[in-house]
């Protein structure tokens, strides 16, 4: 409001009151009492009085100065009185809830509380989403592994070993085995990564999805890998009679060594013939290659389970105890896995993808 | 005063015990009326303080009279009930209770109201110990020791009417006494502090190196034009003041001189803030005209002239030029000083 007023005007005034403000000027015929200039101050004069002691105040420097004076007197006690209802209000109008928080311990703990609670939540989440989430991109670095583990397949035998398997150890198995089928599916969920990349699953399903992802990292493998890599790909699929040919047992390649990690992306073409080399080599048994594969740097995990160690590399769970011997071929969910020893079989089905396994002083290699 | 006398007026007079000189001849036809009135204020009062309405009618008669019918003898019943019934009557039956010697009604008066005169005392001394030493004549002198000519021990409780309230009577009384205490002292020493001030009034006046810059091209007859133009300005601005209506230049005062805010001024007055502000605008523009007017007339000046004196008076505030230099300097130092913390900080 004051905005609208004349500056100028309002500059020269305030300049003018510097002197006048303490002038002296006395109007002819007296002062007013105390009685009328509060009562003026509290604007409760009469209308005939008023004309005669607002001239009055208008010139009278006294009268007026007690006048200002009582005014500001009574507006600071007004603010005064005014601010201390609205308080004892506020505290009237408290209600229940927030009197729990008037304590200023019962609200510091509950906030801690609450805090306790989030960090532990935060921490739950984040270990269940970075288990499958690290170990992805470690098999992803590892993507363009070699050759030695197309060698390892190629090395594969066609499956003959329900022969060696004893009878009693297959009706076992078949009981085994719906167990294995009614594993949940996890196949939809982020942890189901991490349990395939652990080998937890027992689900086919999952199995089929572990299979997929390793065929594609295979793909992977073999379009980026070195010429080695391309070479056995080439050579199973150029010589699909070599490998039916293959005996049943021949003599594994040793595991292969850490792998350099570096890789371009696979062309459709390339992958694409991949892709077809991997499905004939399930088919049939491998060649074993000689393990002319150049070394890359490659992540090796690992773990125990039914009182042995397994080491994952090139995607492929070794059993500690593995140590280059031959191995018996057997695929999941055939009639010869099937008649493998339970204890064999929990073991292999807490592992995702290919298992290298010594049981009872033989070698088999489970995918 | 004879048997010849108007019966209801002895009636009146020794009922009531109302020195016929104290009643003016208009306020004796509203006695009845007042007598009446006074009946329902004590029912009205919660502490009656063990008053009849006899007790009242004086101190309220007196009221009437001072304003109501000191101003306008034509005032009517209605007026005279009305005002009546917007008087206090607890404070009032408190106050004549004191002056008819009622101790409790003392205690009450000094326990519940010490607070309000001692704040008003502080307004003024702003120490503890002078605060005390004006309450306590406040106190005295509103028991009273005065005698008045008939004798009469008259206070100045007295003079309350009971139509404002008591805390703002008691806070007018102190500030009252207290203004007086203060121009009584001045006055002890204002006449050598005059000629002291008068004196450095002069030598300052002739002094040219504080004095205010305008232009620094300016010749000594432009200065010497220009003070006078703002003398002449200064004048015709009381001059114009003095020319508002009563109400404005009242306003006006309170807002300039007494530096009142515009809500005080509003709740005085009985209107809203913006009005005030209102108010004050339009008194502005009244005093320009006026201003303007009086320059123009003793000057000769034109109207494009008259405003540039005026706009040239507004823009001197009075600050020298090494005042100037100084806040200069300190503002480069505060720019230096905050280019180099961010520059380190930055870094």
Redesign the interface.
């Known amino acids: 409001?004051?905005g609208?007023?004349?500056?100028?005007?309002?500059?020269?005034?305030?300049?003018?009151?510097k002197?006048?403000?303490s002038a002296?000027r006395v109007p002819a015929g007296g002062h007013i009492?105390?009685?009328?200039?509060?009562?003026?101050?509290?604007?409760?004069?009469?209308e005939?009085?008023k004309?005669?002691v607002?001239?009055h105040?208008?010139?009278c420097t006294?009268c007026?100065?007690?006048?200002?004076?009582?005014?500001?007197?009574?507006?600071?006690?007004t603010a005064d009185e005014a601010e201390a209802p609205a308080g004892a209000a506020i505290s009237l109008e408290i209600p229940w809830y927030r009197k729990l928080f008037a304590v200023r311990n019962v609200a510091t703990a509950l906030g801690v509380l609450v805090v306790m609670f989030a960090g532990v939540f935060a921490i739950f989440l984040i270990r269940n989403l970075g288990g499958p989430g690290a170990e992805s991109v470690a098999q992803l670095e590892n993507a363009n592994v070699a050759d030695s583990e197309s060698g390892e397949r190629d090395s594969n035998l066609a499956k003959a070993p329900a022969a060696e398997v004893p009878a009693p150890e297959l009706a076992a198995n078949d009981a085994a085995e719906p167990a294995a089928e009614s594993a949940p599916d996890l196949a939809a969920s982020p942890a189901s990564e991490k349990d395939i990349a652990l080998g937890r699953s027992t689900d086919g399903r999952l199995e089929k999805n572990a299979d997929e992802e390793f065929r594609t990292r295979r793909r992977a493998d073999v379009a980026t890998g070195t010429g080695a890599g391309r070479a056995v790909a080439d050579s199973v699929v150029a010589s699909p009679g070599v490998a039916r040919e293959a005996p049943a047992t021949v003599p594994a390649p040793p595991p292969p060594p850490a792998r350099a990690a570096q890789k371009a992306a696979p062309t459709g073409l390339e992958m694409a013939e991949a892709e077809r080399a991997e499905d004939k080599d399930d088919a049939k048994p491998k060649v074993a290659l000689a393990a002319n594969v150049p070394e890359k740097k490659e992540v090796t995990l690992s773990r125990k389970i039914g009182g042995k160690t397994f080491n994952q590399r090139n995607n492929v769970w070794y059993d500690s105890s593995y140590s280059g011997q031959s191995t018996i071929n057997v695929r999941r969910r055939s009639a010869a896995y099937r008649a493998l020893d339970a204890g064999l079989r929990d073991i292999t089905e807490k592992l995702a993808g290919t298992v290298v396994v010594v049981w009872k002083e033989k070698a088999y290699r489970i995918d | 005063m004879t048997d010849d006398t108007c019966p209801h007026l002895l009636l009146t007079l020794k009922n009531v015990k109302i020195c016929p000189s104290q009643m003016t001849s208009a306020a004796e036809k509203f006695i009845p009326t007042i007598e009446e009135a006074s009946v329902r204020l004590l029912s009205r009062a919660e502490n009656g303080r063990g008053l009849t309405s006899d007790d009242l009618v004086g101190r309220i008669t007196e009221g009437v009279e001072?304003?109501?019918l000191?101003?306008?003898p034509s005032?009517d019943h209605p007026?005279i009930i009305e005002?009546i019934d917007?008087l206090h009557a607890d404070d009032l039956c408190l106050i004549i209770a004191c002056e008819r010697g009622d101790e409790d009604a003392w205690g009450d008066l000094v326990t519940n109201f010490d607070s309000?005169v001692k704040?008003?005392a502080w307004?003024f001394c702003k120490n503890r110990e002078d605060t005390d030493d004006l309450a306590g004549s406040i106190w005295a002198e509103l028991h009273g020791l005065k005698q008045d000519k008939d004798g009469k021990t008259k206070g100045?409780l007295s003079?309350?009417?009971g139509?404002?309230?008591l805390?703002?009577?008691l806070?007018?009384?102190t500030?009252?006494l207290a203004?007086d205490e203060y121009?009584k002292m001045k006055r002890i020493v204002q006449v050598e502090e005059d000629r002291v001030f008068e004196n450095m009034a002069q030598d300052s006046s002739e002094r040219t190196e504080f004095r205010t810059v305008v232009s620094a091209t300016e010749t000594p007859e432009q200065i010497y034009g220009e003070e006078e133009a703002q003398s002449d300005?200064?004048e015709a601005?009381?001059q114009a003041?003095e020319d508002l209506g009563?109400?404005e230049?009242?306003v006006?005062?309170?807002y300039?001189?007494?530096?009142?805010?515009?809500?005080?001024?509003a709740?005085?007055?009985?209107y809203h803030?913006?009005t005030a502000?209102r108010k004050?605008?339009r008194a502005?523009?009244a005093?320009?005209k006026a201003?303007e007017k009086h320059l123009a007339d003793k000057h000769g000046w034109g109207p494009e002239e008259v405003k540039r004196h005026?706009?040239e008076?507004?823009q001197k505030l009075g600050i020298s030029i090494e005042n100037l230099f100084a806040v200069l300097l300190f503002m480069l130092f505060v720019q230096e000083a905050a280019a180099a913390f961010v520059h380190t900080a930055h870094f």
């Open positions: 409001m004051i609208e007023h004349d500056k100028e005007i309002d500059g020269l005034l305030r300049r003018l009151a002197t006048e403000s002296v009492d105390a009685d009328e200039i509060s009562v003026f101050a509290e604007n409760a004069l009469p005939r009085a004309a005669r607002t001239a105040l208008a010139d006294r007026r100065t007690i006048l200002s004076n009582v005014v500001a007197l009574r507006s600071a006690e | 001072k304003y109501l000191k101003d306008d005032a007026e005002f917007s309000t704040a008003a307004n100045k003079y309350y009417s139509k404002g309230s805390g703002g009577w806070r007018a009384v500030n009252q203004i121009r300005i200064m601005l009381l003041m009563d109400e230049r009242l006006m005062k309170m300039y001189y007494d530096g009142l805010k515009l809500q005080e001024i709740d005085t007055f009985g803030e913006a502000s004050i605008s502005q523009t005093i320009r201003v005026l706009s008076s507004a």
